[in-house]
T-cell receptor, first 113, second 108 residues
């Protein structure tokens, strides 16, 4: 597509539930990134994929968070046993490769109640 | 990791005014980008500029990597320029650390 697409745009879930957030990058972009933005803050790095592999997952806060990109295109961020502190906007970005400008999607606003 | 500081935190301008936003970073970088987050939350990439100077219409940016700072210039500001401007820097070429942003309000 023309831009980075993220679904759903909004997700409200109950504490303890499992959620999946989807990112569809720009066609041909091999690099894909997940960031998380809390209110009033800049985005924080979660994970970087180059192709199908997670090249750097050092930003994932704990083992409840996991992300996949099985075919090198669409990526899914998975959060188990959600907590209220997980509430934030989850942003996905893609680029032609590392070291060039990112294009961000519109984000998924996750609210854990 | 890299620390990124932006100034000023807030800026209010009249339409037509010029402004300079500053970004200081704590270590050498291989990646530096400026973004504009509009009031609806969309992050737009303005510049990829780990060094040198670039211009795009009314916007220009300069990064002096040896002195660890970058500047974003906005000329003849318009109300649509309002939003938060983020600087993001990285020692690697893929992982960015964002500053807290500059909230710009342009009044008509």
């Amino acid at each position: 597509g023309a831009g980075v697409s993220q679904t759903p745009s909004n997700k409200v879930t109950e504490k303890g539930k499992y959620v999946e957030l989807r990112c569809d990058p720009i066609s041909g972009h091999t690099a894909l990134y997940w960031y998380r933005q809390s209110l009033g803050q800049g985005p924080e790095f979660l994970i970087y994929f180059q192709g199908t592999g997670a090249a750097d997952d050092s930003g994932l806060p704990n083992d409840r968070f996991f992300a996949v990109r099985p075919e090198g295109s669409v990526s899914t961020l998975k959060i188990q046993r959600t907590e209220r502190g997980d509430s934030a906007v989850y942003l996905c970005a893609s680029s032609l490769g590392p070291g060039v400008g990112y294009t961000f999607g519109s984000g998924t606003r996750l609210t854990v109640v | 990791g890299i620390q990124v500081e932006q100034s000023p935190p807030d800026l209010i301008l009249q339409e037509g005014a010029n402004s300079t936003l500053r970004c200081n970073f704590s270590d050498s970088v291989n990646n530096l980008q400026w973004f504009h987050q509009n009031p609806w939350g969309q992050l737009i990439n303005l510049f990829y500029i780990p060094s040198g100077t670039k211009q795009n219409g009314r916007l220009s940016a300069t990064t002096v990597a040896t002195e660890r700072y970058s500047l974003l210039y906005i000329s003849s500001s318009q109300t649509t320029d309002s939003g938060v401007y983020f600087c993001a820097a990285g020692g690697s070429n893929y992982k960015l650390t964002f500053g807290k942003g500059t909230l710009l309000t342009v009044n008509p």
